[in-house]
Structures are given as structure tokens and as C-alpha cells.
């Protein structure tokens, strides 16, 4: 018999590997998704990876990812091992430049991330079609530039995609209808605009609240989510600017479980590829090379969380404590996959302990320096489980659809102690403005608590009302 060519043998050899893995996989007591794996050059990995996943629609913002990603790869700052899509069955993309070894770990760790996916509760909703969603998605997206031009429908997603983080998974139209809706009264006469609803909307009122419950579009209770308030209730969007809208806050519901997830998710990855790979029968070769590379994937960060590194410790500890309280510590592990999210994993299990043992603290620059300034680990819990709940980004509520009675948007950023970045701020109700066509207001307040109210059009531009 002839050798088979590298190639064939590399081929041979991972797919071996990832048969014995799948079934190392169950035996532990992971139920993933099927999962189907392919081979890929970085070229692809990193256009994968900067769309978030395949067959998406095309804008500027996905070509700026792909330059810095392949950019950073080509520099040996940074590498993507793998790539894995929230589908049934599962799809997962493995780098052809990785060794039989790496790609047999990394395997391993698609496995557990599809267990994860199949089996937490905040990713139940989640489309498993999604892929089939997104090429038909694309595909009308092309359909409006071919209608209305590139540079339009550019325009438009350059609006919309500047607030795709401000949506809700369980908001439904429902909650962005208006609390008390009171029809407008038909035009009877020439002075209709004595009947108009609410304050004149002359400069005197300008720094006023929004106003009361009357308004036709206050709804009940703020809401967060902006996309879909826009896309219910926008006075200037046509159906294919909905359209569009819709599509961007559908995709965006569907990555967001993995805002949610970013460090049990990934520490479960990092925890059953290491006990997946102590299962295979490696030779001290190989068993040294996926030690190196697994101390490498948790290594800390001295500057930023590492969201493998914690994950994997709050997991590990979980199991520990609760075999130490005569439980069974895997049962319990599959307990928290199944019902925990980043801030209750944080909240629910993180102790002092782990705090002082993986030496967490906050820090602030003074002058030009770092400096620690709070290392209680109640403090650092607190301000992980806030940092979390919005995955970074400011809370930003519809207060007001029909301000002033005369259907401008008014915003009320939910106060965290974090003030807004001013200038971003302006820019993004820039892009509002071009999705509701009236005055943009923003209500925050300044870094020493003090009330700020922004407003645009573009006649006046940008006003701020202390």
C-alpha cells in the first residue's frame, strides 16, 4: 500500500480523533448537537468571525473586523483556533494551520460549546435555523440595493446597526404600545392645533419632562428596546426600512444569549475539553503540547478579565464545594449549565475565596498611572455583576414617542454611576434621526451626578439643556 499524502493523513487522523472525542463526550454525560466540522484557512476563519456567522448580509462595519482580526493573525497577535455556530446541527470551523493536536482539542471544546447551546436556558428561544434565516435575510438585503441603492440602504444600516444592542428578548410589541392611547381628534376645523395633545413645542419647553401618561406614544413602563420601538412606531420608515430594522433586531436577539453567556459558556468549553483530552490516550508529545496550549487559553489577564480563566475556576470551585458537601459535584455542574447566565453565575458563585485566590480587584487610572484602589471582593462582585448586565453598553430607555406633542423620540439613559461618552452619544442620535425623523432628546446625567438633557435636528443640531 502507498502512504497516504500528508494531507490525507492529517485528515485521517483529526477525524479519528474527533469519533473518539463524540463518544468520550456522551460517556461524560454531554448531549450536543450534531455537529458537522470543516477545515478552513485563516482567510475564511477570520471572514467568519468578523460576520459573526456565514451567508451574512454585507456592511463596512463587517469588512473593518475581517482587516483588524486578519490583520492582528497575520502579525502573530492573535488566532482564532476555532469557530462554532448556534445551529441544529451544529456547524464548526477548525484552522487548517492547527496541529492534529490542537484541532483534536479544539474539537473538544466545539463540543461543549454546542452541549451548552442545546442545553442553557437563554439560548431555548434561539432560532436553530438561523443559518437558513440569515442567507435569506442577506439575500433581501441585497434585493433593497439593487432598488434603492447601495448608498441608501448603506445609510440605513449604518443607523440601524448603531443601536442593534438596545434590544430586549422578552419585549413584544405589547409593552411598546402606549399606556393609555388617546386618538388625535379628527380635523373638524382650521385651529386643529388647539387640540393638539400635550405642551406646545415652542423653545420655553424645551427643558421640560417628558410629558404625562396622555401622550399616544409614552408606553406603559420604558422600554429598551429601541430597535423594536423604531421599528413599531417610526413616523418616516417605510416597509423596507422596517424591513431592514426587523432583520437587524432578529439577528441581534439571536447572538444575544451569547452576550449572556460569554463566561459560563466559555468556561464550560474550557472545563470538558480538559477533562475530554485527560481521557484520550496521549503520548507525553502530545499530552505536553495540550498542556502548554490549555495554560494558554486560561492564562490571566493582569488588565482584563479573562472570561475563560474565570469561568473555568467558578466551575471548578462549584464542583469541589459541592462534592465536599457530600453532593454530587458533576450533577451540580450540569444543574448550573442548564440555568445560569454570566451575572447569576457571578452573583451566585463567586466567593471570597476565588476573589482573593485569583487576586480580583478594581482599578482606575489616577493621572497617568493604574492604581488599585478596591480589592473587597464584595465591591469586585458588584461591579462584575453591573459591568454584565448590559454586557457593557449603556442602558437606554424610550421614555417619550410623542414629546412635546409632536412625535420627537425622548431617551432616558438608565443611571448606572457610568456617564454617557458625549461625543458617541451625539453621533448616535445622529443616526436616530435618520430612523425617526423628529427631534432626538437624551436624558442623562454628567460624572458629578448633575441632570443633562441632549437634544438634535439637524436645523439646530446639537443643543445640551442643563
Known amino acids: 500500500m502507498h502512504d497516504m499524502a500528508p494531507t490525507q493523513r492529517y485528515v485521517a487522523e483529526l477525524e479519528a480523533g474527533i469519533e473518539r472525542i463524540w463518544t468520550l463526550a456522551h460517556e461524560l454525560g454531554l448531549r450536543p448537537f450534531p455537529t458537522h466540522f470543516e477545515i478552513v484557512p485563516a482567510s475564511v476563519m477570520y471572514e467568519i468571525g468578523s460576520y459573526g456567522i456565514p451567508g451574512r448580509f454585507s456592511h463596512w462595519t463587517h469588512g473593518k473586523a475581517y482587516q483588524m482580526q486578519k490583520t492582528m493573525y497575520d502579525y502573530g497577535l492573535s488566532k482564532i483556533y476555532e469557530l462554532v455556530i448556534n445551529s441544529n446541527p451544529c456547524y464548526a470551523f477548525l484552522l487548517e494551520t492547527n496541529t492534529v493536536l490542537q484541532n483534536k482539542l479544539v474539537a473538544a471544546h466545539v463540543l461543549a460549546h454546542s452541549d451548552f447551546f442545546a442545553n442553557n436556558a437563554y439560548f431555548a428561544k434561539t432560532s436553530r435555523r438561523m443559518l437558513d434565516t440569515i442567507a435569506l435575510n442577506a439575500e433581501r438585503i441585497r434585493r433593497y440595493e439593487f432598488e434603492h441603492g447601495p448608498d441608501e440602504v448603506e445609510r440605513l444600516l449604518d443607523a440601524v446597526l448603531s443601536i442593534q444592542e438596545h434590544v430586549d428578548p422578552h419585549a413584544t410589541e405589547q409593552d411598546v404600545q402606549p399606556a393609555q392611547p388617546r386618538p388625535r381628534p379628527q380635523r373638524t376645523t382650521a385651529y ?94 502530545d499530552y505536553l503540547e495540550f498542556a502548554q496550549l490549555h495554560a494558554a487559553i486560561l492564562q490571566p489577564s493582569p488588565r482584563r478579565l479573562n472570561p475563560y480563566h474565570l469561568g473555568y475556576c467558578i466551575l471548578e470551585d462549584i464542583e469541589r464545594r459541592a462534592t465536599a458537601a457530600g453532593q454530587d459535584g458533576r450533577a451540580k455542574l450540569f444543574e448550573v449549565r442548564e440555568l445560569e447566565s454570566d451575572v447569576s453565575l457571578i452573583r451566585n ?21 493604574l492604581v488599585i484602589v478596591d480589592k473587597s471582593w464584595e465591591s469586585v462582585r458588584e461591579r462584575l455583576c453591573a459591568q454584565l448586565t448590559n454586557h457593557g453598553f449603556p442602558v437606554i430607555q424610550v421614555e417619550d414617542g410623542d414629546y412635546h406633542g409632536n412625535s420627537e423620540l425622548y431617551l432616558k439613559h438608565a443611571w448606572d454611576g457610568q456617564p454617557l461618552d458625549l461625543h458617541y452619544a451625539q453621533k448616535t442620535m445622529e443616526h436616530l434621526y435618520r430612523l425617526w425623523d423628529r427631534r432626538i432628546w437624551l436624558e442623562t446625567r454628567t460624572a458629578d451626578d448633575e441632570r443633562l438633557i441632549l437634544s438634535y435636528d439637524p436645523d439646530e443640531g446639537h443643543k445640551t439643556h442643563a
Open 192 to 285: 386643529e392645533d388647539l387640540w393638539r395633545l400635550g405642551p406646545s413645542p415652542d423653545p420655553e419647553h424645551d427643558d421640560e419632562p417628558p410629558a404625562p401618561h396622555g401622550s399616544r406614544l409614552r408606553p406603559a413602563q420604558p422600554t429598551r428596546d429601541l430597535l423594536l420601538f423604531i421599528l413599531t412606531h417610526s413616523p418616516r420608515l417605510a416597509d423596507w426600512e422596517r424591513d431592514v430594522v426587523s432583520i437587524v433586531r432578529t439577528e441581534m436577539l439571536y447572538f444575544y444569549p451569547q452576550l449572556q453567556t460569554k463566561i459560563i459558556n466559555e468556561g464550560w468549553a474550557s472545563y470538558w475539553h480538559a477533562q475530554i483530552m485527560r481521557e484520550l490516550d496521549l503520548d507525553t508529545d
Open 349 to 369: 458563585y463567586l466567593t471570597k475565596e476565588l476573589v482573593e485566590d485569583l487576586d480580583l480587584y478594581l482599578y482606575q487610572r489616577i493621572g497617568d498611572e
